[in-house]
């Protein structure tokens, strides 16, 4: 079945405690990208990656890092994670790079922070 | 810069009831548009999307038109049902003359259908 999924579903940490959130799909998609979910502010973008190497900062890139050295998996890592990073997190593929081209999500991975 | 502006929520209605969502957007050149749709536990799925002035896009009973005139982008559908109730978000992917990286969502608006 053609999906991203992501990894843990759930996690509950201590604030410094370093972190990393897997998610890979399985449709050779070229594009990725990270979410975060708050409430009254919607999706905003973290980073994104066009391909293997390649990253960009989204709108609120401070505090996380990014990898791609694989095309299926595409990690978030919160190094020294804060209470302010306490959201629910969204990973998202794309067939192509093309300004039309859709996403498809996981299903969230809700982190809380402590 | 770009954005989206959606209308606040909650929205609530009866079954069958005929539903508008308001999006309106603030791009330079010629961005695409979307609706994407998150039932409760899971992740965004594409309902519809428009990449030029003009053009309608429609899924599952929901149209949505790009007004360039206007800058919206407006969601409707005739006869909602309870399986509709989700959470709708617009959003906006910058002129179609560059490729895809960044995305702009709107903030959501909550839909809840009573039978």
């Known amino acids: 079945e053609a999906q991203v999924t992501q990894n843990p579903r759930y996690l509950i940490t201590v604030t410094g405690k370093k972190l990393t959130v897997t998610c890979s799909q399985n449709?050779?998609?070229?594009?990725m990208s990270w979410y975060r979910q708050d409430p009254g502010l919607g999706l905003r973008q973290i980073y994104y990656?066009?391909?293997?190497?390649?990253?960009d900062k989204g709108d609120v890139p401070e505090g996380y890092k990014v990898s791609r050295k694989e095309k299926r998996n595409f990690p978030l890592i919160l190094e020294s994670p804060s209470p302010n990073q306490t959201s629910l997190y969204f990973c998202?593929?794309?067939?192509?790079?093309?300004?039309?081209?859709?996403?498809?999500f996981g299903n969230g991975t809700r982190l809380t922070v402590t | 810069g770009d954005s989206v502006t959606q209308m606040e929520g909650p929205v609530t209605l009866s079954e069958e009831a005929f539903l508008t969502i308001n999006c309106t957007y603030t791009?330079?050149?010629?961005?695409?548009l979307f609706w994407y749709v998150q039932y409760p536990g899971e992740g965004l799925q594409l309902l519809l999307k428009?990449?030029?002035?003009?053009d309608k896009g429609s899924n599952k009973g929901f149209e949505a038109t790009y007004r360039k005139e206007t800058t919206s982008f407006h969601l409707e559908k005739g006869s909602v049902q309870v399986s509709d109730s989700a959470v709708y978000f617009c959003?906006?992917?910058?002129?179609?003359?560059?490729?895809?990286?960044?995305?702009?969502f709107g903030r959501g608006t909550q839909l809840t259908v009573w039978p």
């Open positions: 959003a906006l992917s910058p002129d179609r003359g560059s490729t895809l990286g960044r995305l702009y």
């Open positions: 449709m050779n998609h070229e594009y």
């Open positions: 990656s066009m391909n293997v190497e390649v990253t």
């Open positions: 998202a593929s794309s067939p192509s790079t093309g300004y039309n081209s859709p996403l498809h």
């Open positions: 428009a990449t030029k002035a003009d």
């Open positions: 791009a330079t050149g010629y961005p695409s």
